[in-house]
C-alpha cells in the first residue's frame, strides 16, 4: 500500500488551498481519497504505485505542497476515513513529508525497508527534480503534447516552429520522463514488498 501525507507549503502566509485541491482530485481512483487530515495537511491511500507516482509528480507542479510517499502495510479494514487508517505506511507516509520540507525538492518516500525505500526516494528525487527545472515554456510544449496534440499541432498552438517545439520538449527532458516514471513506480512497488 502507499500513503500520501500532503502539506501545504508556507501556508501561514498563504491562502489555504486545500478545499481545491481535494476538488482536483476528487475523480482520482484511491483506495481512500484524498481528505483534510489536519489542518493544510491531506492525505490518501492506494495500492498502484504508478497512481502514487502520478499524484507526487503532479502534486509537485502545483509548487505549494511538500509530498510524502510511504510505503508498506496498513491495518486492514481500512476505515473509511482517510484520516483514521493506521500500520506502517501511514507511519512512513508521516517520516516522508517530514523530511520533504527540508529537501531540494519537496518530495520523499519512505518504507519499513530503508534500502528499498532509498532507492524509490532517489528515482522519485531525480524525476521531481528534472521536472522542477523545467522552464515554462518546455512546460507547456510538454502540457498540449501530453493533452494528445502532435508536435506540429502544439506548435501552431504555442505559435512556434515545430522544430522549437521539438527543441523545447528536448530540454524539458520530456523524452526521459516516461522511463523515469517507470522506474519509480517499480522502485516503490519493490519498496512496499
Not at 502566509?13 to 493544510?40: C, I
Not at 509548487?63 to 473509511?80: F, N, Y
Not at 496534440?149 to 521539438?166: D, F, H
Request: cysteine-free; overall charge negative.
Amino acid at each position: 500500500m502507499f500513503v500520501l501525507t500532503v502539506d501545504q507549503r508556507g501556508s501561514r502566509r498563504d491562502v489555504d488551498r486545500v478545499g481545491s485541491l481535494l476538488t482536483d482530485l476528487a475523480d482520482r481512483p484511491l483506495l481512500r481519497p484524498f481528505e483534510r487530515t489536519a489542518g493544510d495537511e491531506v492525505q490518501a491511500v492506494t495500492d498502484d504505485a504508478d497512481l502514487a507516482v502520478d499524484l507526487a509528480l503532479d502534486l509537485l507542479r502545483r509548487s505549494h505542497w511538500s509530498i510524502g510517499v510511504g510505503a508498506g502495510p496498513v491495518e486492514h479494514p481500512l476505515p473509511q476515513q482517510t484520516r483514521a487508517g493506521r500500520g506502517p505506511a501511514f507511519e512512513a507516509a508521516r517520516r516522508a513529508v517530514e523530511r520533504a520540507k527540508k529537501a531540494p525538492v519537496p518530495v520523499a518516500v519512505e518504507a519499513p525497508d530503508p534500502a528499498a525505500g532509498a532507492d524509490a526516494d532517489t528515482a522519485l528525487t531525480l524525476l521531481a527534480l528534472l521536472i522542477a527545472r523545467r522552464s515554462t515554456a518546455g512546460q507547456a510544449a510538454v502540457d498540449l503534447v501530453e493533452s494528445g496534440l502532435t508536435q506540429a499541432e502544439a506548435a501552431a498552438e504555442l505559435g512556434i516552429s515545430t522544430q522549437a517545439v521539438s527543441q523545447r520538449l528536448s530540454a524539458a527532458g520530456w523524452h526521459t520522463e516516461p522511463a523515469g516514471r517507470r522506474l519509480a513506480a517499480r522502485l516503490l512497488a519493490r519498496a512496499d514488498r
